[in-house]
């Protein structure tokens, strides 16, 4: 019998954060969605004809809409299914769980990277060092003692965070330098288990072992990246 | 009875003015607590640790900073019209558009304006890229909004009044004729009443550019090095 819902398709690669953020979205929401498993190396002619501009992934497909950018991902998929709401209900919390998203995405990804990565007698990487745990201090204080960012279910700036719940302690392995400590961030760390943990979340995250594969292999060039744009 | 809404900007700046654009269409009262941004003020290091940026807006005991949040906590918060669309997928869209233009239009359009040679050549391209993926946005209608002005057209206010200030401090052509609809749409938007009254005028951006003139070209080798 033919249905008039429109499918729902993900196109993403395989161990991506952003791409698990579209995906634990729509597991939160109980959307049934067809996932794509497209190849960094190697992109298909749907990813770039779905997202011409930054040819990235995760892409969602919902009828005949496409959407890009796994944050506006996030608030689509929060609109337009039913479901328990990713987003919180007041503007004033909402505008906060934006604001914090945001902030993880511009701010950590540079001094984290260069504290992995960086030569261990480079002069430079304690300040990089620094940086990262303010950071991780400043997301610490906003835990403000509950159980997930979003209270006492996953939300918006949990699923956001994903990549510090679990890939970062991935890299942390590889890499041999530890950032994240029970001492120094102990909410923190009750968050990340938490997250990794739950019953939604764990359908969608990808294998550590294969992540910490993936990572390993790609470790010298990790390291020659970070010296190289240190000198930028 | 609504708690007070301020805002610390700085004037002339088109990030404060997509928060007093918002203000204003949602025909919110503020106060305007001008910033000396050489000299940031406890008032703002206090609301604005993390970035120490404008604008910041204060509604009650709130703190909102980011200006995209903010237009989106004004949108939220307060009646009147709305400023984004009401179906998801255009939502979905305008967000998508105003984040472009913040990561991906803003470096190359610097670049475009305050550097020269060979190099300016390849971002005047890719900026004329990027305007003409606007242009296709704006599709027949008058405002990306539609019919009246959203947050789209907010968040892109930058292109309707900043850009061709630039463009006669230094003269780089970039939205010339071949965007026919941008040009309409910026004299629309800055014609706008609400608009208009929270716009600062051609000739105080264009005095501080040329003021700045030095300053904004060494920012531009800087963004080249990135």
Not at chain 1, 75 to 94: H, I, K, N, S
Request: include cysteine; proline fraction near 5%.
């Amino acid at each position: 019998m033919a249905t008039d819902v429109p499918a729902v398709k993900l196109i993403g690669w395989y161990g991506s954060p952003y791409v698990h953020r579209a995906e634990v979205a729509l597991r939160l929401k109980g959307v049934p969605y067809e996932f794509i498993r497209d190849d960094p190396i190697n992109k298909s002619e749907l990813l770039l004809q779905h997202n011409p501009i930054h040819k990235k992934v995760p892409v969602l497909l919902h009828g005949d809409r496409t959407i890009c950018e796994s944050l506006v991902i996030l608030e689509y998929v929060d609109e337009t299914f039913d479901g328990p709401p990713l987003l919180p209900v007041d503007p004033y919390e909402r505008a906060m769980a934006r604001f914090w998203a945001h902030f993880i995405d511009q701010k950590f990804a540079r001094p984290f990277w260069m504290s992995f990565w960086m030569c261990e007698d480079d002069e430079h990487k304690e300040a990089f060092v620094k940086e990262a745990k303010g950071n991780l201090a400043i997301l610490e204080e906003q835990l403000k003692g509950r159980r997930f960012f979003g209270g006492d279910a996953v939300g918006f700036l949990d699923v956001a965070a994903c990549g510090l719940a679990h890939w970062l302690g991935v890299i942390e392995e590889v890499s041999g330098v530890t950032l994240v400590n029970g001492d120094e961030f102990p909410a923190f760390c009750k968050w990340a288990k938490a997250y990794v943990n739950d019953d939604t979340v764990k359908q969608s995250l990808p294998d550590r072992d294969e992540l910490l594969a993936f990572f390993s292999g790609n470790k010298e060039i990790y390291m020659a990246l970070a010296r190289a744009t240190l000198h930028k | 009875m609504s708690p007070p809404v301020k805002l610390i900007g700085a004037f002339g700046s088109p990030f404060v003015h997509r928060a007093e654009a918002a203000l204003r269409l949602k025909g919110v009262p503020y106060e305007f607590i001008n910033e000396d941004l050489e000299k940031k003020s406890e008032l703002l290091l206090k609301h604005n640790p993390i970035h120490k940026k404008v604008p910041v807006l204060l509604h009650g005991d709130r703190t909102i900073c980011e200006s995209l949040v903010i237009v989106e906590y004004i949108d939220e918060a307060f009646d009147g019209p709305a400023l984004l669309p009401s179906d998801p997928s255009d939502r979905a869209a305008a967000r998508f558009w105003a984040h472009f233009l913040d990561q991906k239009c803003g470096r190359p359009l610097w670049i475009s304006l305050w550097t020269e040679g060979e190099l300016q050549k390849g971002f005047v391209k890719e900026t004329k890229e990027n305007l003409a993926l606007l242009e296709a946005q704006l599709d027949g209608k008058k405002f990306f909004g539609g019919d009246s002005v959203g947050y789209l057209d907010i968040a892109l206010s930058l292109l309707a009044h900043w850009v061709g200030v630039f463009e006669e401090v230094t003269g780089v052509s970039l939205v010339g004729d071949e965007y026919p609809a941008l040009r309409r749409w910026a004299k629309d938007y800055t014609s706008n009443e609400a608009v208009k009254l929270c716009l600062p005028s051609r000739e105080h951006i264009a005095s501080y550019a040329t003021a700045m003139k030095d300053n904004f070209k060494l920012m531009a080798m800087a963004m080249l090095q990135q």
